[in-house]
């Protein structure tokens, strides 16, 4: 049993605040570089900075990162906010989609575990899913995942297409029957601002209570 592990659990035990377990899984892929990963990484880093300026979702986001560019990596586990660095992205590689977004369920479940075992109270679970191109790899087993937790409301997913070579059908095939979106340009921060807000709305909740998202508020990043 790590270090880290423990230490997880422990806060869990200290802070059981009900939990809104997050997984953003990011095209880093070559296609990516310059422009793109740049504002990617600004926008993402607005994003963590607001979270934990909110005195109420920063003790119950939880905020966990894995990227797909050349290889699928766990960039930020699970842990308190507040002693979290912000990983630095960088573009290159192909496009492993499938495999980070069965990566990024496995985390996310076993997330879970760690609050049931910690008796701490959690809301459905979120993931991001952001992609500029289309998956070099086999996403049929990611599809039957996101399939499975999604028709359980067990999962919620965000698919967001990033430029015009973004492949929203295939997107689509992973986003549990939510349409995808298109990011407008690189409008990246925009995009964090609005999930930022997201999950203030949700932690200011109950765990099983309906919550809107304010669709407004996509029109400032999103193609509708």
Do not use: H
């Amino acid at each position: 049993m790590s270090n880290e592990y423990i230490l997880r659990q422990e806060e869990l035990v200290e802070n059981p605040t009900a939990r809104i377990p997050i997984c953003l899984v990011l095209d880093v892929s070559g296609s990516m570089e310059g422009d793109p990963i740049n504002e990617l990484q600004e926008g993402f880093n607005v994003f963590m900075n607001t979270i934990q300026s909110d005195e109420v979702a920063k003790y119950a986001a939880e905020i966990c990162v894995v990227t797909f560019g050349g290889a699928v990596e766990k960039k930020l586990d699970f842990a308190s906010i507040e002693r979290q660095e912000i990983p630095i992205l960088s573009a290159e590689g192909l496009t492993p989609m499938g495999e980070a977004v069965v990566l990024a369920i496995n985390l996310l479940d076993a997330r879970k575990r760690e609050y049931k075992s910690a008796g701490v109270d959690y809301f459905q679970p979120w993931l991001v899913l952001m992609s500029d191109g289309e998956s070099t790899d086999d996403i049929s087993l990611a599809e039957k995942k996101v399939n499975e937790l999604t028709s359980r409301k067990q999962l919620t997913v965000f698919p967001i297409g990033i430029g015009a070579s973004a492949n929203l059908r295939e997107l689509a095939r992973l986003s549990g029957g939510r349409p995808p979106l298109r990011l407008k340009g690189l409008n990246f921060k925009e995009f964090f601002v609005w999930l930022s807000q997201s999950v203030s709305r949700v932690s200011q909740s109950t765990p099983g209570e309906k919550v809107e998202l304010d669709l407004a508020g996509i029109q400032a990043w999103g193609a509708i």
